[in-house]
């Protein structure tokens, strides 16, 4: 069983709608989730980061961990053009031996 | 600016012909890590290094070497390339809270 699951399904939504965007992973020591954004042709940056479950919320962005279902969301309000972007969802910690394990990341288009 | 730099940004080479890419932070970062991402496979870590000289394998260490003699570089060396490791790979650094930053990626071809 893969650490991370995420559909890499590409999304098309219009401007202004929500998207949301879903991850489960498998090893319940997890105790970091992370979405990640990478535009084209650039490397991912840390969106955003939560260590409980829960709700989190950036601006436009909320993340939502569920640990007892094992369960990560993203949801982006009022999507916006600039928004279009592969976003990876990640678990574990990003050093040493509990090393982040990424999702295969989702595509998302919003179309002005 | 805070930043990871790799270089270079593409690459095209042949099978066999050592080559490395080189990454540096200007950050004072302890940790530094490799990954390569392939299309369906996502994000896989191939090395990463607590400290100067302290160096340890991720998940896909086969035909990658690295070195940390500094603490703000962490090159990445293919010592005889093979088509499989064509792929994107990007460097990233961290001081050890949960920030992780990438490069920008280096695109290798080997033909």
């Known amino acids: 069983q893969k650490e991370v699951e995420q559909d890499p399904g590409p999304l098309s939504v219009p401007e202004g709608a929500i998207v949301s965007l879903n991850c489960t992973y498998s090893?319940?020591?997890?105790?970091?989730f992370m979405w990640y954004r990478q535009y084209s042709r650039k490397g991912p940056e840390l969106l955003m980061y939560?260590?409980?479950?829960g709700n989190k919320e950036d601006g436009r962005f909320t993340a939502q961990v569920d640990k007892s279902s094992k369960y990560i969301s993203l949801f982006i309000r009022d999507s916006q053009p600039s928004d279009s972007a592969t976003y990876l969802c990640?678990?574990?910690?990003?050093?040493?031996?509990?090393?982040?394990?990424f999702g295969k990341g989702n595509q998302v288009v919003v179309i002005p | 600016e805070a930043q990871v730099t790799q270089n270079p940004r593409y690459l095209i080479t042949v099978t066999g012909k050592k080559l490395t890419v080189t990454c540096s932070q200007n950050?004072?970062?302890?940790?530094m890590s490799w990954y390569r991402q392939d299309p369906g496979l996502g994000l896989r870590q191939i090395y990463y290094?607590?400290?100067?000289?302290?160096?340890d394998k991720g998940d896909v260490p086969e035909g990658y070497k690295v070195s940390r003699k500094e603490k703000r570089n962490f090159p990445l060396i293919l010592e005889s390339p093979s088509p499989n490791q064509t792929s994107l790979y990007f460097c990233?650094?961290?001081?050890?809270?949960?920030?992780?930053?990438f490069g920008s990626g280096t695109q290798l071809s080997v033909l």
């Open positions: 990233a650094s961290t001081s050890g809270n949960e920030k992780l930053f």
């Open positions: 090893n319940s020591a997890f105790q970091y």
């Open positions: 939560t260590y409980s479950s």
């Open positions: 990640a678990t574990g910690r990003p050093y040493g031996n509990n090393r982040l394990a």
């Open positions: 950050m004072n970062h302890e940790y």
């Open positions: 290094s607590m400290n100067v000289e302290v160096t």
